[in-house]
């Protein structure tokens, strides 16, 4: 059963210069629980596409449905958590009260909110920094409450937009670590954006290659990497093997014209 | 300590260019009641003293300090600190309608285009027009209203030189939220009136404070300018216009000492609270 499904699906920007074809002809399905990574250089509409899902851009074209919905519905049923690059978490809130915050406006009772709080809290190994501040923890530490506070109203499915990006390596191998327990644990559909090969060959069941001008999908593969990764699966020659294709991917999308 | 060294330093100069401007400027007086020629000593002592100075010495106006803020009774007409807290009363009555105001229009200018397009011109003009024009007809317009006494419409002036400020500091807080965080908001599908209270506002607080010292600075210049034109005989700005008109220079000093002396405790008091305030949010470390 497909929980995200978009067929042909376009989105043109009319800009001073002209329209630009930020996606074009779009044709992809996310089944339940998978984790998705979509890869591909600037400008290939990875991020515009995950935008779409999210509802934050109307496509110009097209059918997209999430969930059985529309892209709008799916956002107003609060059927996603959306992780962007910075945690942009509110300094001015404790990292209990960042991750509260969608709850507080979504309107859960009070004592389920504390229960939901230290539940995602632990979920990403922040137990004892609820009475912290963001500028307390590390950006690593911060990009996690921000994941948290993705989780905390149990949506099915969790966006993210380069989450890790400006995190350095050793950290993020650490993150990427996480991540797929969590996702093991919590069944969620993980549709994740991203630049790195060896990141979306890790986490994913399903990698999306995208290239620019328009921005659409040339390649989709399907990882045959079992679901427990160890770190060190890096070095096996599957793992070179699926990152070897999407580089071929990439490559054939004239990403590295210029 | 090592911020009180620096001020003093500052404050000490700018008495001795004063002692010196009041030798300067008081000295034509000197030599001309003078029978013969003065020496130099003859001069100074004789400027340091004079009942109608040009300039009136530093020592001349603290005695004349001293004497109408501790030594009269506050009750009494005579008293700086009674003339002091009627211009205090009417300062923060114009401060506190003047941030209301600024606030308001900024919500107004930051929520709706058509708002912003038409207040906004509006609202730079009115910081054009001079305040001491405009001051009369406020209290004219007033008084053909029936509003009796001076208290409101001196607070009006105060507000009308106080609300720029907060309002253009408002306006650039409350559009602080940068587009992630505005996002987030929509991903949670938030309403206007949670975006508002949850991002936007927490986010103007620091630029609400910077905006306030600005503004209760520029609401008491706002109270006095409305009591220099209008005919008022009490509060400083009174002082300062009864001073002149009956050539008493110590008077008017002593005003105006009082009055900066009470613009530095209003602006230090909003940076306490602005300084525990940053604390508190996070916003300082």
Known sequence: MSVIEAKKLELTFQTNDGPVHALADVNLEIGKG????????????????????AGLETPTGGTLSVNGMTADEARRSRAYGYVFQAAGLYPWRTIAGNVRLPLEIMGYPKAEMSDRVARVLELVELSGFEKKYPWQLSGGMQQRASIAR????????????EPFGALDEIVRDHLNEQLLS????????????????????????????????????TDVIDSSL?????????????????????REGLRAGHAYDE | MRNVLPVLTVLLVIVGIWYAAAIWMNSAWTIDRADGPLTFSEIVSDTMSQDRPRLPAPHQVWAEFQKTVFDTKVTSKRSLVFHGWITLSSTLAGFALGTVTGILMAVGIVYSRP???????????????????????????LASLGVDGRAVPKAIISAYLCYFPVL?????GLKSPDAMQLDLMKTWSATGWQSFWRLRFPSSVPYLFTSLKVGIAAA????IVGELPTGAVRGLGARILIGDQFGNPMMIWSALIAAAVLAGVLVTVVSVMQTVAMKRMGFAR
């Open chain 1, 34 to 53: 998978d984790f998705v990574s979509f890869i591909g250089p600037s400008g290939c509409g990875k991020t515009t596409f995950l935008r779409c899902i």
């Open chain 2, 220 to 223: 008491l210049v706002g109270t």
């Open chain 1, 226 to 246: 079992p679901k427990e990764r160890p770190l060190d699966i890096r070095d096996s020659k599957e793992f070179l093997e699926i990152a070897h294709r999407v």
């Open chain 1, 182 to 217: 969590l996702w093991a644990r919590t069944e969620k559909t993980i549709a994740f954006v991203t630049h790195s090969i060896p990141e979306a060959v890790y986490l994913s069941t399903k990698i999306v290659v995208m290239s620019p001008r328009p921005g659409r999908i």
């Open chain 2, 115 to 141: 708002v912003s397009m038409s207040l906004m011109p509006w609202a730079i003009i009115s910081q054009t027009i001079p305040i001491v024009a405009l001051a009369p007809m406020i209290i004219v317009v």
């Open chain 2, 168 to 172: 253009v500091g408002m306006v650039k």
């Open chain 1, 150 to 161: 993705a989780l905390a109203f149990d949506a099915d499915i969790l966006l993210m937009d």
